[in-house]
């Protein structure tokens, strides 16, 4: 083939891969761009949708706990705080939990026992809400009303200080049961997210350190967490957004009264289960709005604690150098 001949051919093909590039970078951006697009969609229409309440109650729809539905006034701070008290009820059980299984799966376990263990994780974590919620109404509230709660409220509640959130009547439903629900359901989700990062530290690291007469926990503490210390925490705030948004395993166990409580033995509302709950009994515009309000204030605090997290992570990855 002539010289020429080569070179328009080298050109032509040239031509084309620049413009398979192009079309796939396009594509890329499309799908980086539709997620963007969604996001801010879902978040205009609650924000449109709950204009009227935002409107009307202004920023006392936040800092209010009033919620009446007869009387047309509605405040989402009840809603607002169970959310968060529940949430941070199954982080605080989660946490540790997670952390635990985890290390005794990468650390500890031997091989046989890992494989059946890390399947019981899978399979919670498949299990769906519904199921964690019909189990904690018909199974775990009785057992809380009958043998835990009272012993709660006759210890705990007698403690200065902090006794006032161990006090009340042993219902079974409420903050603390629904919190302990929801801590066990973002186990599975938590620990395998840990599970999967462990293992990604170098065995050369951990056995340098075992060499020098490091014993277990030191490894872990000083080497394992360490290496792993952004994606773990990535894996915290993972579980936490999880818990935020979880809808029917908390409105079976939480009691749904619009009330505000110290206790955390009361019973108590949130904002996805009165969204589920009253959503069909609104018949006023100011009651439908005030509830699209309360979807938009989640998506907030969810956005918030994601912001949160990354801010985390750069911070430690700074850190790092890295």
């Known amino acids: 083939m002539p010289i020429g001949a080569e070179a328009a051919v080298a050109r032509d093909r040239s ?175 938590i620990s395998s997210v840990m599970r999967d990062v462990f293992r990604t530290v170098p065995a050369s690291l951990k056995e340098s350190a075992y060499a020098l007469g490091s014993t277990t926990w030191e490894v872990v503490w000083k080497v394992v967490l360490p290496y792993t210390r952004s994606a773990v925490v990535g894996g915290i705030f993972l579980g936490l957004g999880r818990a935020l948004g979880e809808t029917m395993a908390v409105t079976f166990v939480l009691g749904n009264a619009h009330q505000l409580s110290a206790s955390l033995l009361a019973p108590g509302n949130s904002i996805a289960a009165t969204i589920a709950n009253e959503f069909t009994e609104a018949d006023s515009d100011i009651y439908l709005s005030s509830l699209i309000a309360l979807g938009f204030l989640l998506f907030v605090v969810t956005l918030i604690v994601l912001a949160i997290a990354r801010l985390m992570l750069r911070n430690l990855a700074r850190r790092e150098g890295r």
């Open 15 to 189: 031509a084309a891969e620049t413009r398979q590039d192009a079309a796939f970078r396009t594509m890329l951006f499309a799908a980086a761009a539709l997620v963007l697009i969604v996001l801010g969609a879902a978040a205009l229409s609650m924000l449109w949708g709950g204009r009227l309440a935002f409107q009307t109650f202004g920023w006392r729809f936040i800092v209010s706990d009033d919620w009446d539905a007869v009387g047309r006034h509605f405040g989402a701070f009840v809603p607002i705080y169970g959310t968060l008290a529940t949430s941070a009820i199954a982080m605080i059980i989660a946490i540790p939990v997670s952390f635990g299984i985890a290390l005794f799966l990468t650390e500890i376990a031997p091989g046989w026992l890992q494989a059946p263990i890390a399947a019981a994780i899978e399979l919670l974590a498949g299990i769906p809400s519904i199921i964690y919620g019909m189990w904690g109404l018909f199974s775990f509230v009785p057992f809380m009303s009958d043998h835990v709660l009272p012993w709660v409220d006759r210890h705990l509640g007698a403690l200065p200080w902090i006794g006032a959130l161990f006090r009340g009547p042993p219902l079974g439903i409420g903050m603390l049961t629904a919190g302990i629900v929801l801590g066990i359901m973002v186990i599975p989700f």
